[in-house]
């Protein structure tokens, strides 16, 4: 977090949480809600954030509290996020310098992936050392083109030949051409939709604590 925040939190430390201002969409977009009605509202989607400063604040500040809720701690205050489909969302990036890589809607990278989750909706998500991400609808087959299974066969391939498969397998981490190149291999699992933020650990609806 930024010092300035740190300061602040020290400085105020007694300032209430906040509920229903802020969302995350399922494309990695900040909205804000000025009538505070994101957690009432499920379908209210809210404003759009476009000041690139804002938005890089948001994303230095982001943190997830013990019972997997998500914030943004805006100074002394947390504001609590709704969570339209998972804390992170995750895009592929491709360049002549990298020809592909995974990156977070906060800029970080999601270099470590330690389960792939593929929900009964066709949603892909990753558990990240960052925490629960879900991969953009967009790049959705070319990130399972890349995925790979112990023997080199493409997930998206894999699972092409068997539309019903349910049966969890493990693949090579994206960096691994082959499994001499990396002896960790990573889960890929199956789940219900609704049983998403259970597995990844985190809350779509962050609700005010009680006393």
């Not at 400063?53 to 947390?78: M, V």
């Not at 890349?146 to 969890?168: C, H, I, M, N, S």
């Not at 001499?180 to 609806?205: H, V």
Request: net charge negative; with cysteine.
């Amino acid at each position: 977090m930024d010092k300035s925040v740190i300061d602040a939190m020290a400085r105020w430390p007694d300032v209430p949480d906040v509920y229903g201002w802020l969302s995350l969409n399922e494309q990695g977009n900040w909205r804000l809600h000025p009538q505070g009605t994101a957690l009432d509202s499920p379908d209210d989607i809210g404003e759009a954030i476009s000041s690139p400063p804002i938005l890089q604040f948001i994303g230095r500040n982001y943190a997830a509290d013990e019972q997997g809720q998500w914030y943004f701690q805006n100074g002394p205050q947390r504001v609590y996020v709704r969570l339209d489909a998972a804390p992170f969302v995750v895009y592929a990036l491709r360049t002549p310098e990298c020809p592909f890589q995974l990156l977070g809607h906060t800029g970080l990278e999601a270099s470590t992936i330690r389960m792939w989750l593929l929900a009964s909706d066709g949603r892909l998500y990753i558990q990240t050392s960052h925490g629960g991400a879900l991969i953009q609808g967009r790049d959705l087959e070319a990130v399972l083109a890349q995925v790979r299974t112990k023997d080199g066969t493409r997930v998206l391939d894999f699972l092409a030949d068997d539309l019903e498969r349910q049966a969890p397998f493990d693949v090579l981490p994206l960096d691994a051409a082959t499994l001499e190149d990396s002896q960790t291999m990573i889960p890929f699992r199956f789940a219900k939709a609704d049983d998403i933020p259970g597995i990844l650990g985190f809350s779509r609806r962050p609700q005010p604590k009680t006393s």
